[in-house]
């Protein structure tokens, strides 16, 4: 399974765009990229998922560049709600099994 | 909207003992994961179980745990002998392939398990 490095914690205000991004060098051709967000004392919660380029919901946007070594997961105009943890995970989707890095801990300030 | 359900909230107990962890996936979900969460550490893959047998499982998943469909609802996890370091949250998670071979896995609240 591929290895991911986040950023360990990340400061933001109220209202701006936040961009977290993750490397994962050694991604293999099968591997899909996920993010998940997790509040304290609950379980994670899926944010968005993709392949390459570019994938939008109603949350957030993940930009996956050609060469797929890296993701960033675009956070528009975060609210103090958005402070949490955010994981990027890559696997190839058999649905065997998924593991998390460190993640990113985003403090979101008024 | 459909969701993952985790009893008890909170067990205590003392160490060596046994403890079932219980869950109830989400109804029409084919994948069943376990996975534990040590205070202030990142979420750690335990086991995954599919067509009532175990797919994968991680270093952690030793002889002393084991996981069980008894029903076509619930998904439980048993420590046989619990020691101080199995101290931790667990979560039950669920997932349906998607169309796209999408994989959102759904978690559950967790079970806090204090072993003292």
């Known amino acids: 399974l591929a290895k991911t490095t986040q950023p360990i914690s990340m400061d933001s205000y109220e209202g701006q765009e936040v961009n977290i991004t993750c490397s994962h060098n050694?991604?293999?051709?099968?591997?899909?990229i996920t993010w998940y967000q997790q509040f304290p004392s609950q379980g994670p919660r899926f944010i968005i998922q993709g392949y390459k380029t570019k994938v939008t919901n109603e949350v957030a946007s993940l930009f996956i560049p050609a060469d797929r070594k890296s993701s960033t997961l675009s956070l528009p105009r975060v609210s103090l709600s958005d402070t949490a943890v955010y994981y990027c995970?890559?696997?190839?989707?058999?649905?065997?099994?998924?593991?998390f890095g460190s993640g990113t801990k985003l403090n979101v300030k008024p | 909207e459909p969701e993952v359900t985790q009893t008890p909230s909170h067990q205590v107990t003392q160490m060596g003992q046994e403890v079932i962890l219980r869950c109830v996936p989400i109804s029409n979900h084919l994948y069943f994961y376990w996975y534990r969460q040590i205070l202030g550490q990142k979420v750690e893959f335990l086991v995954s179980?599919?067509?009532?047998?175990?797919?994968?499982k991680s270093e952690i998943f030793d002889d002393q745990f084991s996981v069980e469909r008894p029903d076509g609802s619930n998904f439980t996890l048993k420590i046989r002998s619990t020691k101080l370091e199995d101290s931790a949250m667990y979560f039950c998670?669920?997932?349906?392939?998607?169309?796209?071979?999408?994989?959102?896995?759904?978690f559950g609240p967790g079970t806090r398990l204090t072993v003292t």
């Open positions: 998670a669920s997932s349906e392939p998607g169309a796209d071979s999408s994989n959102e896995q759904y």
């Open positions: 995970l890559v696997g190839d989707n058999n649905f065997n099994k998924f593991y």
């Open positions: 179980f599919y067509n009532n047998e175990i797919s994968e």
């Open positions: 050694n991604i293999a051709t099968n591997d899909y």
